[in-house]
């Protein structure tokens, strides 16, 4: 038996949407406070102020170390499990109050888990950088990993935030049902 689904919204849903907001400032202060949103810094902040020194003779040495793969691994570690927790219920709340019915809802949903696991992963990327290095001696794809580190990022953010407002919308607008 199919009853129709009465939505109101509710104070949690709003008060968790707000939490989710919170979280993304602060992640982004701490990405920019950490590693940077420029091509030397994210060298510097996985490949260490000596590598970034080669590419970039200009800036500043700040003695970073590079990063080690046990460190990296820690970090994706706890982020795919609060990435992971976090586009569920996301996605859980979108599909829910949507009933589903949103022909692009799963292709958006897909974009937003694939671009959470990227950005653990790219990290990954940028260290690979430094094996490119010692077994080619070359330097010219390094600048580019940066980039994509950056971009993943930015992408995964901005995901989040239309994922946020998509389910803002739903759960706001009058007819919650008919979605």
Known sequence: MNRPIVRTPTPAIGLYLILVLLLL???AL???????FSIPDVLEYYLGSETRLQLYPE???RFMRPRTLRGLSEIAFAHFLAFGTL?????HFAH???????GHLRRFLTVLFLSGALEV????LVYAGAVLIRWTGTHEWIPLLAAVRI???VLFYGMLLICIG???RLLYSENAGEH
Not at 30 to 36: A, D, N, R, S
Not at 96 to 101: D, K, M, V
């Open 25 to 27: 400032i602060s992640g």
């Open 30 to 36: 701490l990405f920019y406070w950490k590693i940077g």
């Open 96 to 102: 829910s109050l949507s009933g589903g019915r949103h």
């Open 166 to 168: 998509w389910v803002i």
């Open 87 to 91: 586009i569920f219920i996301l996605t």
């Open 59 to 61: 800036g500043p040495d």
């Open 121 to 124: 992963v790219s990290g990954y």
């Open 151 to 153: 971009a993943v990022f």
